[in-house]
Structure formats: structure tokens, C-alpha cells
């Protein structure tokens, strides 16, 4: 590959990312509206939303880390992009793995941690701590899941994944071959996203949006770019792993929707549970479920 | 307190050299119009008008308007009806916290003119007087339907660049803040450091400050740590500093 297609890539494929995920924001939002019976919002709703805040007049800073915690957040997510094979682009996805990609998935809670440290309020502290809480409640099925996927298909290459499961049609995907795994992953994708009844660190109407608390202008839309990223990352994860990548862009964008749908649907139908009901879910039934999936592969 | 009339000059337009910088503007101000995101911060009986308002049978998110849950994160601060003299001066801490563009939506006859609680010795009766007020809805309680209505109408003004009425509390400050004073008394102060904002706004005018503002700077006192005290099986304990 020569070092212009790579570099155009590099920088089309967070661009792409951006675009689904707002459209994902969209989705979320609209099946929300009508599992309440409402109209919704309309499309460009997330993009409105995103230049009004990077277009307001007062933007409060906290001090550097601050604004290094939001770079941070959503530079954590674009190096994940970069990671993340798409249909007609890979990235440097065959030269990171799997285990990499899962390693810059944290950065952006890690960079939140720091920002959210320096606003000083006492519900961002609650927040963060919640949020770090959660990310070890889920990342421990999450761990065992993408081990699992790893040790199937005797690869962390996740282009090698995707075409080890392209190959064998239908039944070579990974929820075929490893339904356990991929119904404990899905356990952790809830988690992940930070929907309910896992909503413990967002909270608006116990600790006023956590992390957010203190965030406004285009420290806020940054978190609202975050959110479009997020959204994206944790779909197309789970496409790859489990659902055979994308042949082709439509299929790939179907699959992609349909996974972030089922989280998203789940969470309406869910209130809030607390911290510790949370780590104690987590960490029996998907734990449970994905440790016997992984007993299946191993075996 | 008598109103006094203050000459308000236009702002002047910074010389733009950039081109594309109306049509920059122009798609800011469509967003910001097309994205409200309102504090929950009910105050009087109005209040009760709103949740139908968000919820199903009106919704609200067809226009944009969200809920948000911290000043910080708001646009918009919805004034829900009565608000008595020790919810007012949350009311202005709060305000004075949101960023700018920022905007007051004053609902129910109380704001307006007082309402039935004219004859009340707790309420402060004409919301404008402490606060810059965008849009009135009058009503006792106004209707969903009125509520909607009026978004809409302050979504005309934003776009159209009218709703400006946070420009009009740095330029008229030593107005308001004389205001405020008449009824919390002359020790009245906010953490916002209003006069400053002005100047970093280029909104500082000949109303900005004045012999309210002097009264206010007399009596200022320095922000201090804030001691949090948690009590521990009895004993009680300093525990940590928080500073403002
Ligand atoms: S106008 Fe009527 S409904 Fe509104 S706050 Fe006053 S008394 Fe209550």
C-alpha cells in the first residue's frame, strides 16, 4: 500500500466514523421517541446540536487537563477508527490487532478521568468514579469475549478475523460458531455504551449527567463527537467479531445499525441499577456465559 | 426603583475579513435556534404545564428542545411561574452560571406582573427587572399548546438575531444589579465576576457600571475555600478544601 492511500485512509476513516455515528446519535434518539410514542428529532438533530455548542460565546476552560481530557476522549476514538477495518479500507488495522484496538478503547474513559478530576465538582468525581467502576465490571466479559473470538480463529489480526468468517459464508461467522460469546459480548456492549440499566455514571437526575456535569460549549460537543465515535467503535467491534465484518458498505452499515439497535432498544425498557448490582451482573452472568462459551472453543 | 433609560449603541461589527463569514454566522444562529437545551429548574406552579410539553402527546424534541440537567450544559432558563425572593437569587446564581448565548423564557402571569401573587410580600413580581427576560408566555397557566407556541416564536428570534437579551444584562448590569440590591439588600453578591464578562464580551457600556456596581465592589467579599465537613460516628471532622 502506498503511503498516499494510507494516509487518506487514515484520515476518511474517523471522518466516516463521524458521519455513521451521528446518524447512530439519530437512531438512538428516534427509537427512544417512538417507544415513547413521540415524533422524535429531526435528522440533522445531532449536527445541530454540535455546532450550537461549538458556536457558543462563553466557553469555560478548568484549566489545562481539562481541555487535554476531552482531546484525549475523542483522540482515543479516532486512533480506535484507524483500527477498525471497514469495507475498501483497512487502516493500519492488520498491523494493530485486536489487542491494541481493546487497549485504545480505554484511553478515552481514562482521558475523561483526568479532565472530569480538574473541574472540581463534586458530581464529576462521583461520575468518573462510577464510570472507572463500570469499565471493571465490563471489561472482564469483555476480556474473556475478545480472548475467546482470539483463540477461535488463532488470530488478533482483525482482518485475517474478518476474512477467516467472509470465507465460510453465514456459518463461519463468529455468533454461529460461538453463540455463548457472542451473547456474553453483548452483555458487555450494554456496558460498554453505558446504557440502561448500566446508565450508573450518566445518572442526569441523581448526580446531574456525572462526568458532564461542569462540561459546556465546545467542551460539551466535544463529548457529543465522543458519543458518535463511541457508538460506532463498540458496533463495528462487534460486527467483526461476530457478525463476518462487511462485504460490501450496505450490508456492513445494516449489520453495524442493527447491533447499536439492540442495546439501544434494551436501555428504554430499563431503569438505572446501582453500582453494585451492576459489578454483580456483570461479573456472574456474562462472566458465567462467556467462560462456558470458552470451554465450547477451547475444547 | 424607577426605570431609567439607557441609550444602547449597536455593537460594532468587527471588520470580518473572511468571506464566508455571514453565511458562517448565519448557519450558527440556524443551530442555535434549532437546538434549545432547556434547564430543569421549575420554580413555581407552571411548572406542571411542562411535562406534557416533553412527553408524548407534544414532544418537544421535534423542535430540538432537550432537558438538561446543569446550567452549564443550558441555553435556555425556563421561569415556571411565582418566583419568591429566596428562589430568585438561585435564579440569578444560576443564570449567571449558563453560557452565553443564553436566553429566559418567563412563563405564567406571575413573571409578568405578579399574577394572584400581587399582594404577596414573598414574591418578586416583574421578572425583567432582575433578570433579562427574551419571551413572555402570559397565561395562569398557559397551555402546553402556548408553551410550544412560544418556543417557536423565540426560535424566530434567535435565528433572526433578536434574542439578545444576555447582551442586554452586561450593558444594563449596574441596572439589574440595582435592582437586586433594592431587594436583597446591599450585601448582595454572585460568584460571576459580571463586569469582566462585559469587557471580554466588548459589551461593557455606559450602563455596565455605575453606583450599584461601586456599592457592590464596597461590600464584596473575597471568595473563600469552602470547608466540606462529613461527620463520622460523632465526632466531627474537617475532611477536605474545595475551592470556588
Ligand atoms: S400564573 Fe398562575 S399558574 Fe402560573 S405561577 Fe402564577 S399562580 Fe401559578
Redesign the interface.
Known amino acids: 500500500m502506498s503511503i498516499q492511500t494510507l494516509l487518506m485512509e487514515l484520515v476518511l476513516m474517523p471522518l466516516v466514523a463521524f458521519v455513521v455515528g451521528l446518524f447512530m446519535v439519530l437512531m438512538l ?1 428516534r427509537i427512544g ?1 417512538k417507544l ?7 435528522v ?2 445531532p ?3 454540535i ?2 455548542l461549538y ?6 476552560s478548568h484549566g489545562w487537563m481539562h481541555d487535554i481530557g476531552i482531546v484525549m476522549a475523542v483522540g482515543g476514538y479516532v486512533a480506535a477508527e484507524t483500527l477498525l477495518p471497514v469495507p475498501g479500507m483497512d487502516g493500519i488495522a492488520d498491523k494493530g490487532g485486536l489487542v491494541t484496538l481493546v487497549y485504545v478503547m480505554m484511553i478515552p474513559s481514562l482521558g475523561l478521568a483526568l479532565g472530569v478530576g480538574q473541574c ?1 465538582n ?1 458530581n464529576g468525581s462521583i461520575g468518573i468514579a462510577r464510570a472507572l467502576t463500570a469499565m471493571l465490571a465490563y471489561d472482564v466479559p469483555f476480556v474473556i469475549v475478545v480472548f475467546g473470538v482470539a483463540w477461535y480463529f488463532g488470530t488478533t489480526n482483525l482482518v485475517d478475523i474478518i476474512a477467516i468468517q467472509q470465507a465460510g459464508g453465514v456459518a463461519g461467522w463468529g455468533a454461529t460458531a460461538m453463540p455463548l460469546l457472542a451473547i456474553a459480548g453483548l452483555f458487555a456492549l450494554q456496558g460498554m455504551l453505558g446504557k440502561q440499566p448500566f446508565e450508573i455514571y450518566i445518572a ?2 441523581e448526580i ?2 456525572g462526568p ?6 465546545k467542551y ?1 460537543g466535544g463529548l457529543f463527537v465522543m458519543q458518535c465515535f463511541q457508538l460506532y467503535t463498540a458496533g463495528v467491534l462487534y460486527v467483526s467479531l461476530f457478525l463476518g465484518g462487511g462485504e460490501n458498505w450496505l450490508f456492513f452499515l445494516l449489520k453495524v445499525f442493527a447491533v447499536v439497535a439492540i442495546p439501544m432498544t434494551v436501555a428504554f425498557l430499563f431503569p438505572r441499577y446501582k453500582t453494585e448490582q451492576m459489578i454483580r451482573l456483570m461479573w456472574k452472568w456474562p462472566v458465567m456465559i462467556g467462560l462456558l462459551g470458552l470451554a465450547f472453543v477451547m475444547h | 426603583m424607577k426605570e431609567i433609560d439607557i441609550p444602547i449603541e449597536a455593537s460594532v461589527d468587527r471588520n470580518r475579513t473572511n468571506p464566508l463569514a455571514r453565511v458562517f454566522d448565519e448557519l450558527v444562529r440556524f443551530c442555535r435556534s434549532r437546538s434549545m437545551f432547556m434547564l430543569h429548574y421549575c420554580t413555581g406552579c407552571g411548572a406542571i404545564e411542562l411535562p406534557p410539553a416533553m412527553t408524548s402527546r407534544f414532544d418537544m424534541e421535534r423542535l430540538g428542545i432537550q432537558p438538561m440537567v446543569t446550567p452549564r450544559q443550558a441555553d435556555i432558563l425556563l421561569i415556571t411561574g411565582y418566583v419568591s425572593i429566596k428562589t430568585l437569587k438561585r435564579v440569578i446564581l444560576t443564570y449567571e452560571q449558563m453560557g452565553s448565548p443564553k436566553y429566559v423564557i418567563g412563563i405564567c402571569s406571575c413573571t409578568v406582573n405578579g399574577g394572584m401573587y400581587w399582594q404577596s410580600y414573598a414574591t418578586a413580581k416583574q421578572l425583567d427587572q432582575y433578570l433579562p427576560v427574551d419571551l413572555y408566555i402570559a397565561g395562569c397557566m398557559p397551555r402546553p399548546e402556548a408553551v410550544l407556541e412560544g418556543m417557536r416564536k423565540l426560535m424566530d428570534r434567535i435565528r433572526s438575531g433578536e434574542a439578545d437579551g444576555w447582551k442586554d444584562y452586561y450593558r444594563r448590569y449596574d441596572w439589574y444589579l440595582g435592582n437586586q440590591q433594592h431587594l436583597f439588600g446591599d450585601d448582595w453578591q454572585t460568584p460571576a465576576d459580571v463586569i469582566g464578562e462585559a469587557s471580554h464580551y466588548d459589551l461593557a457600556g455606559p450602563g455596565t457600571e455605575g453606583e450599584h456596581t461601586r456599592l457592590l465592589q464596597q461590600c464584596q467579599k473575597p471568595l473563600e475555600p469552602q470547608q466540606t465537613f462529613f461527620q463520622i460516628g460523632g465526632s466531627l471532622e474537617v475532611k477536605g478544601e474545595s475551592h470556588e
Open positions: 434518539r421517541a415513547q410514542r413521540r415524533v422524535g428529532p429531526p440533522m438533530q449536527l445541530y446540536d455546532v450550537k458556536g457558543k460565546k462563553t466557553q469555560i472540581a463534586p442526569p437526575a446531574a449527567t458532564m456535569v461542569e462540561m459546556s460549549g460539551l
